[in-house]
């Protein structure tokens, strides 16, 4: 019964940030009407290259392959959906820092962007900037709350001696923490900017972990990338070897967390930073907390 939305793709192609607006607008509208206050999206990655008919295949859902063009959509896309949502709707950019270079389908492995950190800031990173700057002509509404980080692997960050148990960024403390020190990011995670991992029930991790990916920690997983710096982990297909589902693993997995609260002091200042981050968004997206008021 929601409206039927043109692709990214297909408004990209259009060259006009208001049609951007428009249509972040009414899907904003209609997922606050729902109940929504989180979305993960839209996708800021440049349409670099071209992987070929897959299911997988970012194509339609990037707004093209021109860094100052899919920021400016970007940016406007977001402002639509912040104000069709009434401004109660934390928005998470993806596939941060940019995936639409990367070797192989990030979906599949653990993928690689062999390009410099100078590189990087020109193409990959030029639309995640846009949306993390306030501009004199939108000093708010095209800013996102977070940023949803891929499983990939970045020589700019990461270095020249790439290997297959070099982490992807998303697991990788150090080079999470370079790119958040750049100077056009250092002013919005200060502020509170929210960093969000991508599914860490994804072949991606399974095979880093596990070349043959028949076996998955989950754990080990979590607080990998917990501790690497993501405040929120998304758990989508989420399970451990030998548990009967997600939920179970889930539940184990939050067991684990607040016994290592209890008995590691540096891991639970780790937590209460992140929580503090999560309250400071949510008393943001709802100044007067009505639990009632939240509730479709």
């Known amino acids: 019964g929601m409206t039927a939305l043109p692709s990214p793709m297909a408004i990209g192609a259009t060259w006009n940030p208001e049609l951007a607006e428009s249509v972040g607008l009414v899907l904003g509208k209609e997922l606050h009407a729902m109940g929504f206050n989180l979305f993960l999206g839209p996708s800021l990655d440049v349409l670099d290259v071209l992987l070929g008919d897959s299911e997988y295949d970012l194509g339609s859902r990037m707004f093209g392959g021109d860094p100052y063009w899919v920021g400016e959509m ?16 934390a928005v ?5 820092p940019g995936r639409g270079s990367s070797d192989r389908l990030p979906e599949e492995e653990v993928a690689t962007v062999r390009k410099s ?38 020589q700019g960050f990461q270095g020249n001696n790439i290997r297959d148990t070099t982490p992807p960024v998303s697991l990788d403390a150090s080079a999470l923490r370079q790119i958040l020190d750049l100077e056009q990011f250092a002013e919005w995670y200060q502020q509170g900017g929210i960093i969000v991992s991508d599914s860490l029930g994804s072949n991606a991790v399974r095979r880093f972990y596990d070349p043959a990916n028949l076996e998955l920690d989950a754990r080990l997983v979590a607080r990998s990338a917990f501790m690497a710096g993501n405040d929120l982990l998304y758990l989508n297909d989420f399970i451990e070897s030998g548990d009967e589902d997600s939920h179970t693993t889930i539940l184990r997995t939050l067991d684990s967390f607040t016994q290592k609260y209890r008995e590691d002091p540096a891991f639970a200042e780790r937590v209460d930073r992140s929580v503090e981050r999560l309250l400071k968004l949510k008393y943001t997206l709802y100044p007067e907390f009505d639990y009632g008021a939240v509730v479709p």
């Open 92 to 96: 998470i950019a993806k596939h941060f």
């Open 117 to 154: 950190l100078e590189q990087l800031k020109l193409i990959e990173l030029a639309p995640f900037f846009a949306v993390t700057h306030s501009q004199e002509d939108d000093p708010v509404g095209g800013i996102v709350e977070g940023l949803l980080v891929s499983h990939i692997r970045y």
């Open 74 to 89: 970007g940016k406007a896309y977001i402002r639509g959906i912040h104000l069709g949502a009434r401004d109660q709707m």
